[in-house]
């Protein structure tokens, strides 16, 4: 994202802007989320005969009704990861490219230069955002694993303990490449289209196809480790494997393309959930700044 001119509003800009981009993406795919995160965690063939049984678990056999609410557990540890992530992560990285780019001397950016401070300030913010990993452990939990859906947050959090960190390097591992990949291809999108110059705004349209350029890359760059990271976090505390381990299983008993599960619907479904969070984030920024 490019910085701004700073204002008294640049804060709130940005920080309402990527609240209100988490709570817009909450709503409108957190079923899809779980979706991908079912099939991620599959650890079979997957096929027409098992494929309700995978995605719907326990009311594989009940109505369309009944099949669509299952798709929503986790929603209240859903919107506590979301939105501080959307708000950490899209609100914080301009700060962190501008800060980089006044230690640089400042100035007129290159486009090289642009993609470099947007891609190294997104992945400094995409390793810190294990800090929220106990929000999103519980949600892909709940997700992903009946028995977690009975018991309370507080009973979570003391049969887990730091267990809820489960991943933490795995997730870094996935954030860092995945939000330089993120903020890097939006930026040079964003200069293919001319939109980093002095007083140019760009318009929702464009800030649309500048996030989609850097929300596939980032999918497709992270996708690997991230069905190491969900196996992880999905496993319950018997069941609980070391990331290396999981890699090792993976290639033995599945092959390389398994690292790739879900990548297709990922991009296809969870692609549009990260290009519209992104986009509305952006164009809220722009627009309140």
């Not at 049984?53 to 557990?73: C, D, N, W």
Request: proline letters at 4%.
């Amino acid at each position: 994202m490019s910085p701004p001119q700073s204002n008294s509003n640049t804060a709130f800009g940005r920080f309402a802007g990527a609240g209100c981009a988490g709570v817009a993406e909450l709503l409108v795919f957190h079923p899809v989320d779980t979706i991908a995160k079912r099939l991620m965690n599959n650890r079979g063939k997957l096929d027409g005969g098992n494929m309700s049984k995978v995605l719907f678990q326990e009311h594989a056999g009940k109505g369309l009704l009944a099949r669509y609410g299952s798709l929503f557990p986790g929603i209240h540890y859903g919107a506590l990861y979301k939105i501080s992530q959307r708000v950490y992560k899209f609100g914080g990285q301009p700060y962190v490219k501008e800060f980089m780019s006044r230690k640089m001397g400042g100035g007129k950016e290159s486009a090289t230069q642009a993609f470099l401070l947007n891609g190294f300030s997104g992945s400094i913010m995409g390793a810190g955002e294990v800090v929220l990993l106990p929000f999103d452990v519980m949600k892909i939990k709940a997700q992903t694993n009946a028995e977690f859906r009975k018991l309370s947050m507080g009973q979570i959090i003391k049969q887990e303990g730091m267990g809820l960190y489960s991943g933490w390097q795995w997730t870094m591992a996935r954030n860092v490449p995945g939000s330089f990949a993120l903020f890097g291809g939006n930026a040079l999108a964003k200069d293919l289209m001319g939109l980093n110059e002095p007083g140019v705004k760009a318009t929702f349209l464009q800030t649309s196809i500048t996030s989609m350029v850097g929300s596939v890359s980032s999918i497709v760059v992270a996708c690997p480790l991230d069905v190491v990271k969900t196996r992880i976090q999905a496993a319950s505390a018997e069941q609980n494997e070391g990331g290396m381990k999981i890699i090792s299983k993976i290639v033995k008993e599945e092959g390389f393309g398994a690292f790739f599960k879900g990548s297709v619907p990922k991009v296809m479904t969870v692609g549009p959930k990260l290009v519209f969070s992104f986009t509305i984030a952006q164009y809220l920024m722009q627009l309140w700044q």
